[in-house]
């Protein structure tokens, strides 16, 4: 008998060691990244082919379309890079076995937050638990800002970069002149704007730990710490703060 969360823990753990197994051949960590967005759509299409006619097709089109641009953006982004700085850093600092570290602290890791995220996408749709379609509407409009917000950003910061001239510079225009990491705020409205929209299924009160947690990552774990300390090593970055302050929350005025 299908259980969506159970099947679901197996899919992300095969998904995450096979992206392991390349991550070994290439020699490159930060390849997670590429898959950090698609596993998200891996998870939803798994539950959409058990439940064709119950599981929503709003739901599974708003991952598809967040999963899979993302995980294009960052595959055509980062592929040819070489490994991250931040994954050369932690192997730096690693003690024994680089394989075993790599699995379990980056790979399983990953899988394990995937799954935390994608506990909002493994509900069913209950019409006798249902409370109000308007969430449904909500949901989808934040969501849809979100999306277009953050690829937006990451379009203008890929053109940005693209250019010698301002290598060594902070983007300080489009979407970057409101705050400084548009890009996260968008990914934070995506999710949000899910959990809204599944709200209507009746059991949000548990399901509020989607959201809860990649906007924790990305405020106070791997997304802005991370870039801060990088940052704070240019001398430009205390006069950039300034022009912008704002690190989430756009700044219209």
Known sequence: MFNPYLDSAIIIWIYVTLWFIIAMIKQDNSIVDIAWGLGFV???????????H??????????TLWGVR???????RNWS??????????????KGNFMVNSYFRVFILQGILMYIISLVL?????????????FSHLGMTIFVIGFLWESIADFQLKQFKSKSKNKGKFMQSGLWKYARHPNYFGEMLVWWGIYIFTIEYGIWYLFIISPLTITVLLLKVSGIPFLKKKQSKNPKYAAYIKKVPNAILPKFW
């Open 122 to 134: 493994m509900q069913q749709p209950d019409e006798k638990m249902i409370i109000s379609p308007v």
């Open 70 to 76: 993302l995980g294009f953006h960052l595959f055509f």
């Open 54 to 63: 119950q599981y929503s097709t709003a739901l599974i089109v708003m991952v």
């Open 42 to 52: 891996v998870v939803a299409w798994w539950q959409y082919c058990y439940y064709p």
């Open 81 to 94: 890079e070489g490994e991250d700085w931040r994954y050369q850093e932690m192997r730096e600092n690693w």
